[in-house]
């Protein structure tokens, strides 16, 4: 085990290590071809390793041959790698670029594998000197120079690549680049140096060790600089990947530079660069207040063509003064309609609810009324007498409740029919409400039972109210063919007759029983006289 072995398979192993890390990982951008890249590193120094070890000159040059399609495919890899994760994925090199690749390292393969028909890779193999296992000293036929040619261009222009991308990458970026652009460069000019015949290793190829420093630079990256977890996005790729046009003008308003996505707008040309901001009507519409000397960002819908952005300007500074202006106008055309659509969907929910809300208010009022006589039901009087009893007790003033009742109606509907007594019903309603104070509430409590509530009265006051009632139905029933229609009353008062509801509309309702048991077509006041024989309660008394 000789150091040279040591390096090379420290270099094996670091190759290995790498393409382990990058199957185990999410997919990246040229993960494929950087994991290409590790692979023929590894066949390379794996070669190398058994040239080293190997003790006769044919297996030396056997294992030599051998390396070759690690040899050619590692810079190919390599190129189509850092394509591909410089332009952040998003333009990816074409399948056919992969086939070139591995069809040149096959064709060198082939070449290396017949070179003893032709000698256009190797035309000697001599040993350095005369120990068992020497390495040798090759020289080099037509396809050697011509494929060094090839893969010296190739990596020529991945060193611009990254040089590039190292002047333009931000900050956190810049120093992976570097550290690709370091690990390109080891073997590289470990190689230049001994096609040159100037720089060689324990007399052999210093290519293969080099890649002992280049698993050293993608560890650092790996371990230390999180280099397949914080993927690039190109600059560009970035910028044309928005759907949204951007535009950056200089200080006079001259757009230097634009994406894909400008070109869309409106008056846009498709070349903008060199356009004057002001020359396209929907940018000077942008620009027309978006300018302040505090070098803050404004927002402002404007619309153009049908269609409606929301423009946004940064002004660039350098240092004090203002170089440019970063325009972004993003098309808010589906939003602004389905605000529209909202708008309309709400004023029609509204005008929706408008009309619930009279519907309903209609079908309470309904609810609430009688439909023969448009007087209010019981369903109502038992929802607002508490209301009535609370006002009546805080002001402390008496109401009367009145009872009445349309004296033998069901005669009335038996002989002239059930048309005849419902007029009778509503002529009797329409007389309640004209005989009748604002403040009074009339009540059809059921068939022929009437309700009507008198605040601030007491049963003696209300007496005289009741007769003119009488003297006005009478006076509309003098000339009716189904003859007079006659009502009886029974009154009670509160606080006086009762101390509640129950008790009051009970005593009225006793009052008007005894209206009608003595005759009919009268008015009985509930007093405190005596118990009754019928009713236990104390004898009601007529008026």
């Known amino acids: 085990m000789t150091l040279p072995v040591i390096l090379l398979l420290a270099a094996l192993l670091a190759s290995l290590w790498i393409a382990r890390c990058i199957r185990l990982r999410p997919p990246f951008p040229g993960g494929d071809s950087f994991l290409g890249l590790q692979r023929a590193a590894a066949w390379w120094v794996a070669c190398a390793v058994l040239e080293t070890v190997a003790t006769s000159p044919g297996a030396k040059v056997f294992w030599a041959e051998m390396a070759w399609p690690g040899i050619v495919a590692a810079p190919g890899f390599w190129a189509l790698f850092l394509w591909s994760y410089l332009q952040g994925g998003l333009r990816p090199p074409r399948p056919r670029w992969r086939r070139i690749t591995l069809g040149i390292a096959g064709l060198s393969w082939a070449v290396a594998l017949t070179n003893d028909w032709h000698h256009l890779l190797y035309v000697s193999a001599v040993p350095v000197d005369g120990s068992p296992g020497a390495p040798l000293e090759y020289g080099h036929g037509a396809w050697f120079f011509a494929i060094t040619g090839y893969l010296y261009l190739v990596m020529l222009a991945t060193v611009v690549l990254a040089v590039q991308a190292v002047l333009r990458a931000p900050i956190l970026y810049r120093q992976h680049h570097l550290g690709l652009l370091l690990a390109a460069a080891v073997p590289w000019l470990a190689n230049i140096g001994y096609v040159s015949g100037s720089v060689r290793l324990f007399d052999f190829d210093p290519t293969p060790f080099s890649f002992v420093a280049m698993g050293a630079v993608f560890h650092w990256l790996i371990r230390r600089r999180r280099f397949l977890d914080l993927l690039p996005v190109a600059r560009d790729a970035l910028l044309d990947g928005l759907p949204d046009p951007v535009l950056v003008a200089d200080a006079e308003g001259i757009i230097v530079d634009a994406n894909a996505a400008a070109a869309g707008l409106p008056g846009v040309p498709d070349e903008p660069l060199g356009q004057s901001l002001a020359a396209v009507p929907v940018l000077r519409e942008a620009l027309g207040h978006l300018h302040r000397a505090d070098g803050e960002g404004m927002d402002r819908l404007i619309a153009a063509a049908g269609r409606h952005y929301e423009a946004e300007a940064v002004p660039l500074l350098h240092g004090e003064r203002r170089a440019g202006l970063l325009l972004l106008l993003r098309d808010v055309t589906r939003r602004v309609q389905a605000e529209a659509r909202l708008q309309e969907a709400l004023a029609a929910l509204r005008a929706e609810h408008e009309t619930n809300l009279r519907l309903h208010r209609q079908l309470r009022e309904q609810a609430m009324r009688d439909p023969l006589t448009g007087l209010h039901n019981r369903r109502f009087f038992d929802e607002l007498k508490p209301l009535l009893l609370a006002k009546a007790q805080d002001s402390g003033q008496p109401m009367t409740a009145v009872m009445l009742d349309l004296d033998h109606f069901k005669r009335l509907n038996d002989t002239h029919g059930h048309q005849a007594g419902d007029a009778a019903l509503r002529r009797f309603a329409a007389m309640l409400q004209r005989g009748t104070r604002p403040g009074d509430a009339v009540f059809r409590l059921g068939g022929e039972e009437f309700l009507v509530l008198l605040p ?78 019928a009713t236990g309660e104390p004898v009601p008394a007529v008026a």
């Open 456 to 533: 601030g009265m007491v049963p003696r006051q209300a007496l005289p109210r009741i007769a003119e009632w009488r003297a006005m139905l009478a006076a509309e029933e003098a000339v009716r063919e189904a003859g007079r229609v006659t009502f009886s009353a029974g009154v009670a008062g509160f606080p006086g007759d009762a101390a509640g509801w129950e008790e009051l509309l009970r005593r009225a309702d006793a009052a008007l029983y005894r209206a009608k048991a003595e005759g009919r077509d009268r008015s009985v006041c509930w007093e405190e006289a005596g118990p009754s024989a």
